[in-house]
Each structure stands twice: as C-alpha cells, then as structure tokens.
C-alpha cells in the first residue's frame, strides 16, 4: 500500500493508509460516484485489517466527503457523487483558520473573477444574462439600504461567475467570498455603492455586446472593471481596519481609481468620477 501525500510526515497508521488507497483509486478513475465501495467488514478483509482499523478508516473517509455511509441491512459505503459547495465551504474555513492575509484573498478574487467575467462573455445565456440585469436593477432599489446593497452585490459577481459555465471558477469564488465579503460593511456609503453599481451596469453591456466589440479592449476592459470592484471592497476594509473615517476611505478609492485611469487611458472611464456628497 503507498501513503498518499497527505499523510506524509505523520504516522503512517493502517487506517490512514486505506484512506489514503481509496483517495489514489479515486483520483485514478477506478472508484467512480455511486460505486459501492463495501461494508466495514468488507472493508477490514480487503485490506487485512481488524473491523475497527476499517471502521476508523470509513470514518475518516465520511469526514472527507469522499464516502456516504448507510447503515442497517443492505448498508455500506458507497462513493459520494460530489459536493462542490462542501469544498468551498471547507476551503474558506481552511483559509480563515491559516490566518491568509486579506489582501491576498482579494487578489485572487480578483483573478477569479476576471478569467470569469471574460469567459462569461463568450457563454453566457441571454437567460443569464437578463438575470444579471435584474441584479443590477435590484441593488439601484437597494442604495437606501447598504446591508441589502452588499448582499445583492454578492449575488451579482456569482451571477458571473455562474455565467462563465465553469464550476470550477464558480466554486473557487463562493470559498473565497466566504472570507472576503462582509455580510455588513460599516464603511460602504451611498456614493461608493453607486460606483459599484455602475461598475457592475457597464460589465453586463459589455458582456452582452461580446460579439460585436473589440474582444482584446473587451477583455482588458472587463478585468480593469472587476478589479475596481474588488479595489473598492479592499480600500473599504484597509480604511476599518485603520479606523479611518468614510471621507478617507472615498479619499483612497479615488486614488486607486486615477491609477487604473492612468494605466488605460483610451477607455472611458466616466464611472470613476462620482460625485461623493453623499
């Protein structure tokens, strides 16, 4: 029996060892969703061990997501048909326990959400999206009520990422949110929720008008425009974090603004010029 790489370091027990076989099958196409794996005594034969190494063993196994166990007559273990939503949750939880930087979080939302607004362009459903502009609309109705505004946008940017058909991007998204988006930002005020949602307005015209646009001023376009969403969110959190007022905070995104403006000065950039009386 190999130990998979998991277990490297630690003692290498008979238990963990069968874990670590049935994850290697796993990965290897041998066992597939659905796939009865065998009872606790079926288990403890094969491998040739006691029925409490095996039953430890299919603990584990549960405890990873990997097997779903029935018990009674008939019972046993049968390989899971897969819970992505399972892994997001559990990568966030990982990411909060490893004390991951914030910023560092934020940087990577932001590649995710980038690689999936520009693939969103090319597959997203006109289903999809009419149902991101109703997201939008919905935050215009919710600028009264910031709680509601966050909450909403959230659903935006997983509207996108749902719109780039790729699970694995949507996913990846969902855990770091997890993190990353507060369920109540005390420094989000009227005029940066209306450059967010402007921001989010013009992402969904360009995503619709992906056939007949200029796809490489497109794809610059897009990922600058998800990028000042999670610039915006970023300065938002330095500024609590540093216990700075709003009037600094709005002070800092306008000078992360100006930066990107002066990156791709050819764009329009009209949405980065609001007005902050608010």
Request: aromatic share 4%.
């Amino acid at each position: 029996m190999s130990v998979h790489p998991l277990f490297a370091g630690k003692s290498a027990t008979l238990a963990s060892r069968i874990v670590a076989d049935v994850r290697e099958a796993l990965f290897e196409r041998r066992f597939r969703p659905g796939e009865f794996l065998g009872t606790e005594k079926d288990l403890a034969a094969r491998h040739g061990v006691s029925r409490i190494v095996a039953r430890d063993a299919l603990r584990t196994l549960e405890a990873l997501g990997i097997v779903a166990i029935s018990r009674g007559a008939g019972g046993g273990a049968r390989i899971t048909r897969g819970n992505p939503q399972l892994f997001a949750e559990a990568l966030a939880v990982q990411l909060e326990l490893a004390d991951i930087d914030r910023e560092e979080i934020m940087t990577a939302q932001g590649a995710v959400e980038g690689l999936a607004a520009e693939l969103a362009a090319r597959r997203a459903t006109p289903v999809q999206i009419l149902s991101l502009k109703k997201l939008v609309n919905e935050a215009e109705a919710l600028l009264g009520e910031l709680d509601a505004f966050t909450r909403s946008s959230l659903q935006f940017h997983l509207g996108i990422a749902e719109a780039s058909h790729n699970r694995v991007l949507h996913y990846q998204l969902i855990s770091l949110q997890h993190v990353s988006w507060p369920s109540r930002n005390r420094t989000l005020n009227r005029a940066v929720a209306r450059r967010v949602l402007e921001a989010h307005r013009k992402l969904v015209a360009l995503i619709e008008a992906e056939i007949s646009a200029d796809p490489a001023v497109l794809r610059l376009y897009r990922v600058i425009t998800i990028q000042i969403g999670s610039e915006i969110m970023l300065a938002a959190k330095i500024q609590m974090r540093e216990g700075l007022s709003i009037d600094a905070a709005c002070l800092e995104i306008n000078r992360l603004e100006r930066r990107l403006k002066q990156r791709v000065p050819e764009l329009r950039w009209s949405f980065i010029e609001p007005d902050l009386e608010d």
